[in-house]
């Protein structure tokens, strides 16, 4: 169908839907069954068969699967098969992790999918884009990703940027009559709007034509390769690190394996204790708990209101050492509310915060009502410049619509107005606002056929368009004098923290060219409004702690000077010898200039987003790593080119979100924090069960080493090893990854991005650890061997419980950078069940009967445990009073 050759009327009519109802709900779910989801499809998913196969190709795992066949094969069969279930216990356990991460991936896609603005049941709806159907009307603005293709029916100076279609960079004007050429190419159909192009500039409204593979980026998609999936720094270290430690894991099992040949214990037995121990001894489960860490990580910050578009981001943002933040919403509550309003040349002050309509009007602290001179006029006229709409849900009031348009409206409101665009009012033109212009105007025609422009935005740019000005008497000429008035109120307002809107107006005839440039000149000039977001309770707060992190906190706003430093100062960012620099002033100096004093500078006001990139690179050039908030489309190049961008989720634009590492569900500041905390203890967690992991891993090789070298029977038999690589090593391990933040993660200093895995003391751990774990359990071994040496499997159940549990106790070591006795062994749960569950594993394979020959062991009496528990406290006592 070519939809661009049909006008808006014969496409409502092919699609059974009008413009200004939309769908209803039924209607929405009977084309979804129809058309499908608006998704573009991906490659199919693994099979399930396959990714648990894929846990045992790994060499090792298929050496012992081989020499476990050899062992049936030679009458070996209660081995053979402890070992067999073993390897495939440890299969699932690779299998569930893999799903668990993989479905937690998909999480993430459906929740950072963006959201589509439709008109349903005659009420304007945000729905995530996959939930778009044919048939819906849906409303676009500037910074929006187009999310179907749609005909496009209403446009207001609207513009797209195909390239991603058609490789042409330059915007494209969009129109809505229709186009009777035939055989259009995609960038020629100006009536049309395509998936995944972005709106510039304007706003407008379409009709969904094609959806999900059915669109012309479906078409595209279907041409595409499969992706690679992405690795993250630490998983290219972890897998660097996994490759020497199977080279030094190889050459230690094939020592103790000649050794103990040497020394004439038999050659088959030797050969599978090696490859066990070789099994045992690499963390060939190392990339499947980090992934599992990371995912887990990634959902605690979704519960945190973070979401994670890029893993990478997860390692990066304990690195963070500037925090280069917007403002509004961020900082603040983004309710714009109307604190003050300057006419006649008097302040009147608006009672009453946010959205909420219950609020007076004094003057002088006595009240005022809408026979106060102009005050009416000024309020209808900015109620009538307005495209905001109050809405409520759940009992509050919310803005649908620009923040600033919202707090005009609520002003109105407060005073009792409202304003019927049917029968009083209608609109005949409007001229958005746009960054170039900084002001939005409208022509009304009232019941009466008159007609009137209302213009408001920056006072700077209305007041040298004014000609007049309203006070008590009516209107009159301004004069070089009553501008500097006005301009000392603005000051004073600004200085108070206040968000100034000038707004004007003048009479027009009905025979005035609506296209004429000379429209918006020779205004009345009727007051100002005085606005002020706000800041968030709990910012100021998060400062602090950013602070003690080593994280400095940088304001970036478009706002007044004297606004941005009153909030700064409000919230305790700006110190008393800290800098606050305006755009201007940026324009003016080399990089080189603001590299020597970006350090000492906290604001930055009247800035552009050309300007915000010069800011980050300032940072990076000086050695930072810069995180960068942002939501408008022209903020895109600043976030992507700063180490962590961070998107706004609610006000800001897909293609922001697209560019970002890190999406803020809530638009707050703390949330930054709260990602900053979960970052860096993440990666604090990766760190505790490496340590854990390599700790038991050395342990466990060196027993064995060491009675090699000391000529002594084998401590561990093949079953005893794999079973401590599967319960002892796994469970804690998993358990470690859901450990909490310790208490001073934030008064440290942020991580250099350059740091090695084992810094910080960290191999110095895993050695001394390891080495101690081994010696305790091979004392063990020969003091019961020496005491009983008729009786080889009581001194293995000895040396085997004491391996345990000195692991078992070692975890709790693990959780802290310091001390064992310097966090509550208690605040991990999940730790004390995984212990608790291995410790009954544990007394299971040691007094239960049926599994006794099969793991080699015997019941223990008191006093042996009496033992064990001295020796496998050894450890963690003798280091667990330094933080070495």
């Not at 094969?73 to 440890?90: R, Y």
């Not at 394996?257 to 050969?271: K, N, R, S, T």
């Not at 942002?630 to 697209?658: F, Q, W």
Request: glycine share 8%; proline share 3%; charged share 20%.
């Amino acid at each position: 169908m070519n939809w661009y050759q049909l006008d808006a009327e014969k496409v409502e009519q092919k699609l059974l839907v009008t413009a200004n109802r939309g769908l209803t709900a039924k209607q929405a779910e009977e084309r979804r069954k129809q058309y499908g989801e608006n998704i573009l499809e991906a490659k199919k998913n693994t099979s399930k068969w396959l990714i648990f196969l894929k846990q045992f190709q790994d060499f090792m795992v298929i050496v012992l699967l081989a020499a476990t066949l050899i062992a049936g094969l030679l009458g070996e069969f209660i081995d053979a098969i402890a070992i067999m279930i073993i390897v495939f216990i440890n299969g699932f356990i690779g299998f569930f992790q893999e799903q668990k991460a993989e479905n937690s991936l998909e999480k993430l896609k459906e929740l950072s999918a963006p959201i589509a603005n439709v008109l349903r049941n005659e009420k304007w709806e945000k729905i995530t884009s996959r939930d778009v159907v044919v048939g819906d009307i849906v409303k676009i603005n500037s910074g929006d990703r187009i999310p179907a293709d749609i005909r496009i029916v209403k446009s207001n100076s609207m513009e797209t940027e195909e390239s991603t279609l058609t490789g042409e960079s330059l915007p494209v004007s969009k129109h809505a009559t229709e186009i009777k050429k035939d055989n259009l190419d995609v960038q020629d159909q100006a009536n049309m709007g395509f998936m995944g192009t972005l709106v510039t500039r304007g706003s407008g409204v379409g009709i969904v034509v094609g959806t999900g593979m059915n669109t012309v980026m479906g078409q595209i998609a279907s041409l595409m390769a499969n992706t690679k999936k992405m690795v993250t720094p630490l998983e290219m270290k972890l897998a660097e690190l996994g490759k020497i430690l199977i080279v030094v894991a190889l050459l230690l099992t094939v020592l103790v394996a000649g050794l103990g040949i040497i020394q004439g214990h038999p050659m088959y037995e030797m050969f599978l204790a090696g490859v066990s121990l070789a099994v045992a001894a690499i963390p060939e489960g190392l990339p499947a708990i980090v992934t599992v860490a990371l995912s887990l990580g990634v959902q605690r910050m979704i519960r945190k209101k973070a979401i994670v578009r890029k893993l990478s981001a997860v390692e990066t943002l304990g690195c963070a050492s500037v925090i280069c933040s917007d403002k509004t919403g961020t900082m603040t509550e983004n309710q714009m509310t109307v604190k003050e309003i300057y006419l006649n040349g008097d302040y009147l002050y608006v009672s009453g915060d946010g959205y909420q309509i219950q609020g007076d009007y004094f003057l002088d602290r006595k009240k005022v009502d809408r026979s106060y001179p102009n005050l009416e006029n000024m309020l209808l006229n900015g109620m009538l410049c307005n495209n905001a709409i109050l809405n409520v849900k759940k009992g509050k009031n919310y803005i649908d619509g620009d923040p600033t348009d919202g707090a005009l409206l609520v002003a109105a409101r407060k005073m009792g107005l409202t304003v019927d665009f049917g029968d009083a009012y209608r609109i005949v033109k409007e001229f958005p606002f746009d960054s170039d212009r900084k002001r939005m105007s409208v022509v009304v025609e009232d019941k009466n056929q008159m007609r009137f422009l209302i213009t408001k935005g920056a006072p700077d740019v209305l007041l040298p368009r004014s000609s007049y000005y309203l006070d008590k008497d009516g209107r009159k000429l301004l004069k070089n004098q009553n501008k500097v008035q006005i301009e000392n109120a603005i000051n004073e307002m600004a200085g108070k923290a206040l968000r100034t809107i000038a707004i004007s107006m003048k009479s027009i005839s009905a025979n005035t060219s609506l296209d004429s440039t000379l429209l918006e000149d020779e205004l009345t000039f009727i007051g100002l409004y005085g606005l002020m977001d706000p800041p968030r309770k709990e910012v100021k707060t998060a400062i602090r702690e950013c602070r003690e992190a080593g994280i400095k906190t940088v304001m970036i706003t478009g706002d007044h000077v004297n606004t941005a430093r009153a909030i700064a100062k409000n919230l305790n960012l700006l110190p008393e010898n800290g800098l606050v620099l305006e755009g201007h002033q940026l324009n003016n100096m080399t990089s080189e200039d603001l590299g020597n004093i970006i350090d000492d500078t906290y604001v930055f006001a009247r800035v552009t987003p050309e300007h915000k990139l010069k800011i980050v690179k300032a940072f990076q050039e000086k050695g930072h790593i810069v995180a960068m908030t942002g939501d408008g489309v022209n903020d895109a190049p600043a976030i992507k080119a700063s180490d962590i961008g961070i998107s706004m989720g609610i006000s800001g634009t897909d293609v922001t979100k697209e560019a970002s590492s890190l999406i803020l569900m809530d638009d707050n500041f703390a949330t930054i924090k709260s990602a900053i905390q979960e970052g860096r203890n993440i990666y604090e967690n990766i760190r505790k069960f490496i340590r854990y992991l390599l700790a038991s891993n050395v342990g466990e090789i060196l027993v064995m080493l060491f009675a090699m070298l000391l000529a002594l029977p084998l401590p561990l038999i093949p079953v005893q090893i794999l079973w401590v690589n599967l319960v002892t090593d796994g469970l804690p391990a998993m358990a470690l990854g859901l450990d909490k933040a310790e208490g001073d993660v934030m008064k440290r200093s942020p991580r250099n991005p350059r740091e090695g895995i084992f810094s910080r003391g960290l191999g110095y751990k895993i050695i001394s650890r390891g080495i101690l774990i081994g010696l305790v359990t091979l004392i063990g071994f020969v003091v019961t061997y020496q005491n009983n040496p008729d009786n080889l499997i009581f001194a293995q159940t000895t040396a085997f419980t004491t391996l345990v549990l000195a692991q078992l106790i070692h975890v709790f070591d693990c959780r802290s950078e310091h001390s064992i006795f310097s966090r509550n062994p208690f605040e991990n749960i999940y730790l004390i069940f995984a212990v608790l569950s291995s410790l009954l594993l544990l007394l299971v394979v040691i007094y239960w009967p049926p599994l006794q020959p099969i793991f080699h062991t015997v019941s223990l009496a008191f006093r042996d445990w009496m033992l064990i528990v001295a020796l496998a406290a050894i450890p963690t006592v003798l280091f667990g009073f330094t933080k070495k």
